[in-house]
């Protein structure tokens, strides 16, 4: 079974970049396609964007309008959100999430793992 620990969140100013990083130990983390979503106070958890298990494949939901890049280093077991251009509707905590299988979700459903999450916050 994995386990996935993110890093990377804080206080950004808007416009500002965070990079956020997802580290998996207990598997590699070739064996699983995965995500992030995030989460604003009282909101649903939202999808942001998944990645294949190659890292060949991409999706990324409407709003990242390519602000947002999903990356992966499988040899580091670590998968990066990158967050260029963010705005004050982009604090939320982050979570990572992975499944098994070659291409990702982009529901809260599809992902049968999941991080602790980091918390983004950007001040205007």
């Known amino acids: 079974q994995v386990q996935l620990v993110e890093s990377g969140g804080g206080l950004v100013q808007a416009g500002g970049s965070l990079r956020l990083s997802c580290a998996a130990s207990g598997r590699s983390l070739s064996n699983y396609a995965m995500g992030w979503f995030r989460q604003a106070p009282g909101k649903e958890r939202a999808f942001v964007a998944t990645i294949s298990r190659s890292g060949r494949d991409t999706y990324g939901a409407d709003f990242v309008n390519g602000r947002f890049t999903i990356s992966r280093d499988n040899a580091k077991n670590t998968v990066y959100l990158q967050m260029n251009s963010v705005k004050p509707e982009d604090t939320a905590v982050y979570y990572c999430?992975?499944?098994?299988?070659?291409?990702?979700?982009?529901?809260?459903?599809?992902?049968?793992?999941w991080g602790q999450g980091t918390q983004v916050t950007v001040s205007s």
């Open positions: 999430a992975g499944r098994q299988g070659l291409l990702g979700g982009i529901t809260v459903t599809d992902y049968n793992y």
